[in-house]
């Protein structure tokens, strides 16, 4: 039995401070699949394109979009291909991700 831990999430090599992300499906890159990612208080993800569509389920805390949509726990949100956006968390938040390609950096 193979254990997973939490890693920090790399954006070209370099980890996102306070941003990590627990990898599900190893055969997948960091950051694609099924996986959990998690942002601490003050966290800003880097702004960014979608490959494809993005789903995900927040689990605990509150993510702010871009526009200043506030997605909270229970908020299940779908990302269209084509979408561009960057997110903040003022509380810190933990959301269970599904994406089948890397996001494209901005």
């Known amino acids: 039995i193979k254990t997973a831990a939490f ?11 306070g941003q990590s992300v627990l990898q599900l499906d190893d055969t997948e890159p960091l950051g694609v699949g099924f996986h959990i990612y998690r942002m601490e208080p003050g966290a800003r993800s880097q702004a960014h394109e979608h490959t494809c569509d993005e789903q995900f389920l927040v689990l605990e805390g509150e993510l702010i979009d871009h526009d ?4 909270r726990a229970g908020d299940m949100v779908l990302m269209r291909k084509g979408s561009r956006h960057s ?4 509380t810190g938040c933990t959301l269970a991700v599904f ?3 890397a996001e494209r950096n901005l």
Do not use: N
């Open 68 to 71: 200043g949509t506030v997605y």
């Open 7 to 17: 890693r920090p999430f790399l954006v070209d090599g370099v980890p996102l401070p």
């Open 99 to 101: 994406i089948r390609s």
């Open 87 to 90: 997110s903040h968390t003022d």
